[in-house]
């Protein structure tokens, strides 16, 4: 039976009060939510069940200077916890991720709003960084 | 006509929350809508005018061994002092302790403004809620040196 995997995380979605939707496929399961405005997803790979990435994407705002992008982007992968920063898309977006690897994804429901949170400062810090 | 309560449940919406009426009557014109953030309830109260009033609130919980009712009611007038813009209202028994944001304004600007002031209602509690426990703990500490003197160990 193939189960659903992301269950777990819809639920603490619920249990946060936030709306989702899902857009699973062959190769995927994906949910995609919102919190206080910011687009956010969840995917896992059927391939390798034990992954899993909470993530949001923001455009990078025009006439960001490359080699300052670079080096905030370089400082809060080295100083945050859990966050990889990645810049994407011909470096015209960046990638805010949670990756990790679970036995189970109900391993995480109990940290969420903490993974979801460090994901809001993380971009908060990102672009207040980039404009000081 | 569309209600201002039911333009501002439908953006909250919007942006990814559910949204619950609340258990404010109407008889003061006014309705309530609850919904989560970040671990909080947040109610928004909205009364219906020209321009509406709304009031931004949520609730914090006092633990059983922080509740000392005057010296918390001091500490609160403390940290309003301090935050500006928002009101605490500590409840008659002492447990939990409001924070609210009062705003006059049109949907739009409200709506503009509106995650900076939940922003502001959540981190003006939190400021206090530490505040009433960094109180407690040092309480806690300054008696348990008073008692090992008098003891005289």
Known sequence: ????RLAPLEAALEEEGLLSTRDDDGDALRIAFKSEGDRYFIVSYRDDPNFVMIGSGWSLPNGADPE??????NAL???KKFVKVALWEAENDVLFTVELCVATPE??????????DVLRDTALEFFRELQA | MTLVREELARFIQGEGHR??????GEDDGATELLFRTR???????????????FTIATAYEIPPWARERAQNSMTLQDVAGDVGGVRFSLAPNGKNFAVTIEREEMLEAFVRGFWPSV????????????RILDRSESRAAANKFIR??????
């Open chain 1, 77 to 79: 992968n080295a100083r």
């Open chain 1, 68 to 73: 300052r992008v670079m080096r905030v982007t």
């Open chain 2, 119 to 130: 922003a502001s209602v959540r981190e003006a509690g939190i400021a206090a809620l530490e």
């Open chain 1, 1 to 4: 039976m193939d189960l659903d």
């Open chain 2, 19 to 24: 949204v619950e009426l609340g258990l404010l």
């Open chain 2, 39 to 53: 671990g909080y309830v947040v109610s928004v109260a909205v009364r219906e005018g020209d321009p509406p009033r």
């Open chain 1, 107 to 116: 391993e995480v429901r109990p940290h969420f709003g903490r993974l979801l």
């Open chain 2, 148 to 153: 090992s003197l008098q003891k005289g160990e």
